[in-house]
């Protein structure tokens, strides 16, 4: 069974709901000929290989990375919802290694391994909503993927929670100021 994933903007869910069925903003489509609940489970020794092969090809040690074939294997696992695979591509298109960088590209792959409970790409997507970066700026949207990362054990999880703390002030004090 195959699924096709156009990346070259960012999937619905990225954009903020108010944003969502707006034509000026242009949205990802992953066709899936399949119901999700009904889809046979992939190879999974075969994607976990794949995954394998491209962090090697990422992380080369002695020698040049080959950031291209690892996009590619990555891809390949990542199409098979491997959501360490997809959350590497999102840091390729955000650090431009191997490709020029794409914030919108990242985010759609940061938002495909942030559904999967990935804590770093929940935690980047949250970055990414909050900054305005690749997607809509959207803070209750970031503070909601930054709860994710912190709720599903992110590494910096208690720094994670100060950040969450003031964007929410932010927030709070900027609908303040838009009501005076």
């Known amino acids: 069974m195959s699924h096709m994933i156009t990346t070259t903007v960012p999937p619905r869910w990225v954009l903020p709901p108010q944003h969502k069925n ?70 390729i298109y955000h650090y431009g290694l191997g490709t020029a960088p794409d914030p919108r590209v990242a985010a759609h792959w ?23 970066q690749g997607v809509c700026c959207h803070v209750p949207t970031a503070c909601y993927w930054l709860q994710a990362a912190i709720s599903n054990g992110h ?3 208690e720094s994670l929670t100060s950040l969450l703390e003031q964007w929410r002030r932010e927030a709070h004090h900027a609908i303040g100021q838009k009501a005076v």
Not at 111 to 120: K, T, Y
Not at 122 to 128: D, K, N, R, T
């Open 22 to 91: 707006s034509s000026a903003t242009p949205r990802c489509t992953i066709r899936n000929n399949t119901n999700k609940s009904k889809q046979p489970p992939c190879n999974s020794n075969k994607t976990e290989t794949t995954y394998r092969l491209a962090e090697a090809q990422a992380h080369a040690i002695g020698r040049p990375a080959d950031y291209n074939a690892a996009r590619k294997n990555y891809m390949e696992a990542a199409e098979f919802h491997h959501k360490n695979a997809a959350a590497a591509l999102g840091r």
């Open 110 to 132: 940061y938002a495909i391994a942030a559904e999967q409970n990935h804590p770093s790409a929940q935690y980047h997507l949250a970055c990414f909503y909050y900054h305005g």
């Open 155 to 157: 590494t910096s999880a």
